[in-house]
């Protein structure tokens, strides 16, 4: 699976204190794009998009970010959480 974006901003450094300070702002939203292959997963100003074929992937790779970066806290949830309805109603 390649990881890396195709399209979109490049989310913008901040360290954990300022994320947490801005209690995470933003709803993480993945939508089906127009074209019907390809699917965008967008927070604030950053987004992203990728083929519908590495979905599952994704799911994969956040969750085990989520898993093997604990002091990140739970800024991954949100993303697995919109990831996995986008999934799910699809």
């Not at 901040?14 to 939203?29: H, I, L, Q």
């Amino acid at each position: 699976m390649n990881i890396t974006p195709r399209h979109g901003a490049k989310a913008p450094c901040e360290s954990r204190v300022e994320r947490e300070n801005r209690g995470m702002a933003g709803t993480c939203t993945v939508t089906l794009l127009e074209d019907g292959v390809t699917f965008r997963i967008a927070r604030d100003a950053w987004f992203s998009d990728y083929p519908l074929t590495e979905l599952d992937g994704w799911i994969a790779f956040y969750r085990r970010l989520r898993d093997e970066q604990p002091k990140a806290l739970n800024s991954y949830d949100e993303t697995i959480r919109a990831l996995e309805d986008f999934a799910a109603n699809r």
